[in-house]
């Protein structure tokens, strides 16, 4: 009998049954805690146990926020405690919860992807799962996975598949996902796409965590895009319609139904982040804060108001400890989250250099970590507290090219902070980055492209 095919009497079969009997709702009596369960559904008494020492999915959290509350990261030189070959470009940082790094690798040359679930101190392989990608527009990216109640969800526009983090067992399929996923309770709800005529309109879908049933969907009509967050297990979304400034808005969703609770309009807009005291959005020209109960207007930071210049492309970094960073593509900007005061400013960006900003700014405890990318020269990892912006120092990203060093590295995805290290691309590696005095010249694990002995076909086409 294959693990497919063994009974999981885990967490996700317990709620199969309780849903079963009508009482789904009771589920707190089943959900496993840690040290950072944290209240993730509209029950007071509802947790999701996210992992320690973790960043379990796209922004650390169901929010986005990229803020990690007890990270830690290195400082000073850095060395690639270990790499795995990624075989391609990968622009999202893995995700990272109980000391194991989750990741998706594989070419399209190859036509085939894996999860790979690999030891976060040595980069070794724990187990491989081949994924259900025949779809070629269904191709699945790292910041597509969550990991939440030692499982591990990874979906993407028309397919979603969940495994057991411990040893990889496959627990359930669905020929339904999206993009941007977050997790509650009880639920796994994604950004898909509903295809009508020759228009791709954003839909919401919410599959029980239980068996991948789906409890309902939201369609954004005539829309062209939407982007999901949540907090306190209220979701917000932001839908916007190409053109159309006033038929673009942030929503507010009852996690029960899907339905709006209410609903403001602000603009075509790039993506939302959510916290318990203030829903922001980024349009192409302004940072706007919203009051997570009603949707009322609280401030707003257009690029004008940040240079003197001509007005900047502005984007939304990061939020943390009350804290917003926000981007004018030279400058690093920090607002207080409740009144949009301008805490401080620093320059990011200068002699020609841009600061690789977007997905790139990560909040670990009290310090910012962002990158630069350099042309013909190794990419830096910057370092800033947090709440006073103060320069702490610079490290150089090493080469991980196969050929050897030479002289020059690239960051390619966003940084995860975690326990010490910080863990990304560079050059087509995964890889974790530490101090290099406490992890000598690093080693090399598993290569990603291929079939492992553990591999599973995940299924059919989706």
Same mark, same amino acid.
């Given at each position: 009998?294959?693990?497919?095919?063994?009974?999981?009497?885990?967490?996700?079969?317990?709620?199969?049954?309780?849903?079963?009997?009508?009482?789904?709702?009771?589920?707190?009596?089943?959900?496993?805690?840690?040290?950072?369960?944290?209240?993730?559904?509209?029950?007071? +008494?509802?947790? #999701?146990?996210?992992?320690?020492?973790?960043?379990?999915?796209?922004?650390? +959290?169901?929010?986005?926020?990229?803020?990690?509350?007890?990270?830690?990261?290195?400082?000073?030189?850095?060395?690639?405690?270990?790499?795995?070959?990624?075989?391609?470009?990968?622009?999202?940082?893995?995700?990272?919860?109980?000391? /194991?790094? !989750?990741?998706?690798?594989?070419?399209?040359?190859?036509?085939?992807?894996?999860?790979?679930?690999?030891?976060?101190?040595?980069?070794?392989?724990?187990?491989?799962?081949?994924?259900?990608?025949?779809?070629?527009?269904?191709?699945?990216?790292? =910041?597509?996975?969550?990991?939440?109640?030692?499982?591990?969800?990874?979906?993407?526009?028309?397919?979603?598949?969940?495994?057991?983090?411990?040893?990889?067992?496959?627990?359930?399929?669905?020929?339904?996902?999206?993009?941007?996923?977050?997790?509650?309770?009880?639920?796994? #709800?994604?950004?898909?796409?509903?295809?009508?005529?020759?228009?791709?309109?954003?839909?919401?879908?919410?599959?029980?965590?239980?068996? &991948?049933?789906?409890?309902?969907?939201?369609?954004?009509? %005539? !829309?062209?895009?939407?982007?999901? *967050?949540?907090?306190?297990?209220?979701?917000?979304?932001? *839908?916007?319609?190409?053109?159309?400034?006033?038929?673009?808005?942030?929503?507010?969703?009852?996690?029960?139904?899907?339905?709006?609770?209410?609903?403001?309009?602000?603009?075509?807009?790039?993506?939302?982040? *959510?916290?318990?005291?203030?829903?922001?959005?980024?349009?192409?020209?302004?940072?706007?804060?919203?009051?997570?109960?009603?949707?009322?207007?609280?401030?707003?930071?257009? &690029?004008?108001?940040?240079?003197? +210049?001509?007005?900047? !492309?502005?984007?939304?970094?990061?939020?943390?400890? &009350?804290?917003? %960073?926000?981007?004018? =593509?030279?400058?690093?900007?920090?607002?207080?989250?409740?009144?949009?005061?301008?805490?401080?400013?620093?320059?990011?960006?200068?002699?020609?250099?841009?600061?690789?900003?977007?997905?790139?700014?990560?909040?670990?405890?009290?310090?910012?970590?962002?990158?630069?990318?350099?042309?013909?020269?190794?990419?830096?990892?910057? %370092?800033?507290?947090?709440?006073?912006?103060?320069?702490?120092?610079?490290?150089?990203?090493?080469?991980?090219?196969?050929?050897?060093?030479?002289?020059?590295?690239? /960051?390619?995805?966003?940084?995860?902070?975690?326990?010490?290290? /910080?863990?990304?691309? #560079?050059?087509?590696?995964?890889?974790?980055?530490?101090?290099?005095?406490?992890?000598?010249?690093?080693?090399?694990?598993?290569?990603?492209?291929?079939?492992?002995?553990?591999?599973?076909?995940?299924?059919?086409?989706?």
């Amino acid at each position: 009998m294959s693990d497919d095919e063994g009974m999981q009497f885990n967490r996700r079969s317990v709620l199969a049954g309780t849903a079963a009997l009508g009482l789904a709702g009771t589920s707190t009596a089943v959900a496993k805690l840690g040290a950072n369960s944290r209240v993730a559904d509209y029950d007071d +008494d509802s947790t #999701v146990d996210w992992g320690t020492n973790a960043w379990p999915q796209m922004g650390s +959290d169901n929010g986005r926020t990229y803020y990690n509350e007890d990270g830690s990261g290195p400082r000073g030189t850095l060395t690639d405690a270990w790499t795995v070959d990624a075989s391609r470009n990968l622009n999202e940082g893995p995700a990272v919860a109980d000391g /194991i790094v !989750y990741t998706i690798l594989g070419s399209e040359s190859t036509g085939e992807q894996h999860l790979k679930a690999l030891d976060a101190e040595d980069g070794s392989e724990q187990w491989s799962r081949k994924l259900t990608n025949q779809d070629p527009e269904g191709w699945y990216e790292p =910041d597509e996975i969550v990991v939440a109640d030692g499982d591990v969800y990874v979906t993407r526009r028309c397919y979603t598949e969940v495994y057991d983090a411990s040893d990889g067992t496959k627990l359930w399929s669905q020929e339904r996902g999206g993009i941007y996923p977050v997790v509650t309770d009880e639920l796994l #709800v994604a950004v898909g796409e509903e295809t009508g005529g020759a228009d791709e309109e954003p839909i919401l879908v919410a599959l029980s965590r239980a068996d &991948g049933s789906v409890q309902w969907t939201h369609e954004f009509k %005539y !829309y062209d895009k939407a982007q999901l *967050a949540s907090v306190g297990g209220t979701l917000y979304a932001a *839908a916007s319609d190409i053109g159309t400034e006033d038929n673009s808005k942030v929503v507010s969703l009852a996690p029960e139904t899907g339905e709006i609770e209410w609903s403001t309009n602000l603009g075509v807009m790039s993506h939302v982040v *959510a916290t318990e005291t203030g829903i922001l959005a980024t349009t192409e020209a302004a940072v706007h804060c919203l009051t997570p109960e009603t949707g009322e207007h609280r401030w707003s930071k257009e &690029g004008s108001e940040l240079s003197d +210049d001509d007005p900047r !492309y502005i984007d939304l970094l990061a939020v943390g400890d &009350g804290i917003v %960073y926000i981007s004018d =593509d030279r400058d690093l900007n920090a607002f207080d989250l409740a009144t949009g005061e301008q805490l401080w400013s620093v320059v990011i960006a200068n002699e020609g250099n841009l600061a690789w900003t977007p997905g790139s700014l990560a909040v670990a405890g009290d310090t910012l970590y962002y990158g630069e990318m350099k042309v013909r020269d190794y990419d830096e990892i910057h %370092y800033r507290d947090a709440k006073t912006g103060d320069y702490l120092g610079t490290s150089d990203v090493p080469d991980t090219s196969t050929n050897g060093d030479d002289g020059n590295s690239g /960051i390619q995805a966003d940084l995860v902070v975690v326990d010490g290290t /910080i863990y990304t691309t #560079v050059d087509e590696k995964v890889v974790a980055l530490r101090e290099a005095s406490n992890d000598g010249d690093g080693e090399s694990g598993d290569d990603g492209g291929g079939d492992s002995d553990g591999d599973e076909d995940s299924g059919s086409d989706c």
